[in-house]
């Protein structure tokens, strides 16, 4: 686990956090056919975040300001599990990605507070992000339960 000190590291971070998230809802997909549509559309929705965030990053950093080192955050604070091996089931699938869409937008939230003074576009991306969250998480709450349950 690393320190996270630039924009750059963090930006990077993000777009790490938002693929594995995609992969997640990606396995949902797979195991929940009568909602598949709701999470290819989140799997979707999340590389889209990632790409906003560093188009924010791009569009407003200069080398002076990612030399600041703005960032004080710690990667393991903000793990997710890393594994690839299916979800034994639905359920299993839908917590999973509650517990990485809470994550994340704790990162989010975090960045964004870090971020705010020096670098305010790459900042309300991250208060995007860290909004778009709690949509997503009534989205899984609200898909439909399996077939005899």
Request: with cysteine.
């Amino acid at each position: 686990m690393a320190a996270m000190r630039t924009c750059s590291q963090v930006v990077f971070f993000s777009q790490q956090m938002e693929e594995a998230l995609a992969s997640a809802y990606a396995q949902l997909a797979a195991l929940d056919q009568a909602n598949q549509a709701t999470y290819v559309a989140l799997a979707g929705e999340s590389r889209a975040i990632g790409k906003r965030v560093r188009a924010a990053y791009v569009s407003s950093i200069s080398d002076a300001i990612e030399g600041c080192f703005s960032f004080h955050l710690e990667e393991q604070d903000y793990q997710t599990e890393t594994t690839t091996a299916a979800p034994a089931g639905r359920q299993e699938a839908l917590e999973r990605a509650s517990r990485l869409e809470r994550t994340i937008a704790r990162f989010y939230m975090d960045a964004c507070a870090q971020s705010r003074t020096l670098m305010p576009d790459v900042s309300r991306a991250f208060a995007a992000a860290a909004k778009r969250r709690q949509n997503r998480l009534d989205a899984l709450q609200s898909v439909r339960p399996e077939p005899g349950s």
